[in-house]
């Protein structure tokens, strides 16, 4: 609302944008990152738990007061003070560990758990595996408009805990997000949506990616840290931040999603294409993939020896846990179900069955009543949603409107080709899960993995490192 009043005022429209009273300290945080001192109504609390009476009487008393003040005045909101930030690359602190533990944590510059000091030392390993400029900017990023750059993804590597050699990754990710397709200003939202990154290509095996058993487990340095490093640059660089920071206004959240790597080998050996070749890469190429998750199912176990026994399964459980939230994806038009199936079940299917195959029977199986998926969104919004209304604007496709029926049956997935399929996990067990967005933000993005001119002697150099005698003391 705040990003669309910005763009109002400048081009001479006067605005006042409606802001509930527990969100004025994170739309205090855009109006700075906008550099716009924008006009508010403040709506005591949240209008969804009022009652009419209630919702008419704060409208009266508070809202229209703050309304005709900020059309005829100066705004309402107040903005505190810019505090002054470092310059980049310039030393911030010295101290013990320990003391720069304690140092970043006062400042909001970790996630809480320990980081690896981001020394000229560290950041320089990392800088090696660009070819990029460090002083070079991808974007200047919401909600407090800091810029994306080269040097920034090196110094949050280094804090998350990754390998130098991950650089070429990192760069590809911040890109992804960055893109406006990601839709990054609205990874502070109230759904508390965290992304999931999604790695293809040779750079799995060969930066040791867990793709097997333990799958989306932390315990594997490259998923682990590359999945905390995507949290992190969120806080750090773009704002999003949990209390005592104001960016984040997640109600209530989860941790961050360690990488997740496809089993490349066996998903070519069955017969399918990549998760990256579905996207349009071709096989061969290094590729990140950035989305939101909102949701994650339980594991699904499924038997037979019929691909439509385990495809089904994922109607019956996956079907009913997307149900609930997929009002908000169908009202855009838009959403990306991800379902990670475990290679054993992925063998199975695809003797019958294609990829694309799956995703019609997902698609055209898994539907709810039209009348549950308005209440649902009515209780989430206070919003009516007017499915007939999305099918004349052109947001949804007709079957949508296909019937008056209120009772009628529609798709929770809008199109068979939202729909994402990875072959991972254990193979010897019959296990797969799924994994919901949220609607349009955080929307599957992805782009090339760019190695450095000198990736294969700076491989080769790391290799020659590692087989060095330790050192000895005395």
Request: hydrophobic content about 40%.
């Amino acid at each position: 609302m705040l990003r669309a009043a910005a763009v109002a005022e400048k081009i001479g429209v006067p605005t006042v944008s409606i802001i509930g009273s527990a969100f004025l300290k994170q739309a205090a945080q855009v109006s700075r990152g906008l550099g716009l001192p924008l006009a508010i109504a403040t709506y005591p609390g949240a209008p969804m738990v009022d009652s009419d009476e209630e919702l008419r009487a704060k409208v009266e008393r508070n809202v229209l007061p703050d309304i005709i003040r900020g059309l005829t005045s100066e705004a309402a909101l107040d903005l505190d003070a810019t505090p002054v930030e470092p310059q980049p690359g310039s030393v911030v602190f010295r101290g013990t560990l320990d003391e720069i533990q304690e140092h970043f944590h006062r400042q909001l510059w970790s996630d809480g758990l320990p980081v690896i000091p981001p020394t000229r030392k560290r950041v320089d390993a990392f800088l090696k595996f660009t070819d990029r400029d460090p002083d070079e900017v991808i974007r200047v990023l919401p909600p407090e408009g800091r810029e994306a750059s080269i040097l920034s993804i090196a110094v949050n590597g280094v804090m998350a805990g990754c390998r130098p050699e991950y650089m070429p990754l990192l760069v590809a990710i911040v890109e992804a997000m960055a893109d406006p397709n990601f839709r990054i200003e609205s990874a502070g939202s109230t759904p508390a949506w965290e992304t999931l990154v999604i790695v293809s290509g040779p750079v799995v095996r060969e930066l040791d990616f867990n793709f097997g058993q333990g799958a989306m487990k932390v315990g594997r340095q490259a998923n682990s840290s590359i999945g905390r490093f995507t949290r992190l640059y969120l806080r750090n660089v773009c704002g999003y931040r949990t209390p005592p920071g104001t960016g984040d206004k997640g109600s209530i959240g989860y941790t961050f999603n360690v990488a997740l790597a496809e089993d490349e080998e066996y998903a070519r050996g069955i017969g399918w294409p990549t998760f990256a070749e579905d996207l349009g890469f071709k096989a061969g190429e290094n590729v990140v993939t950035v989305q939101s998750v909102v949701c994650i199912s339980p594991p699904v176990y499924s038997s037979g020896d019929a691909a439509v026994n385990h495809v089904q399964q994922f109607v019956d459980v996956l079907g009913r846990v997307f149900c609930y939230g997929s009002h908000s994806g169908v009202k855009r038009g838009y959403w990306h179900p991800l379902i990670v199936i475990g290679p054993g079940i992925a063998g199975v299917i695809a003797g019958e069955w294609s990829k694309d195959e799956v995703r019609r029977y997902v698609w055209e199986k898994a539907t709810m009543p039209a009348s549950l998926m308005r209440y649902f969104c009515a209780h989430t919004a206070g919003l009516d949603l007017d499915l007939a209304r999305l099918v004349e604007e052109g947001t949804l496709p007709s079957y949508y409107a296909a019937s008056d029926d209120p009772h009628r049956p529609v798709p929770i997935i809008v199109k068979p080709e939202h729909i994402g399929l990875v072959v991972a996990g254990d193979p010897g067990r019959n296990q797969s899960r799924g994994y919901m967005s949220n609607n349009a933000q955080g929307g599957r993005t992805s782009r090339r993995v760019e190695l450095p001119r000198a990736w294969a002697r700076l491989r080769a150099e790391q290799r020659d490192m590692s087989k060095l005698p330790p050192r000895t003391t005395g």
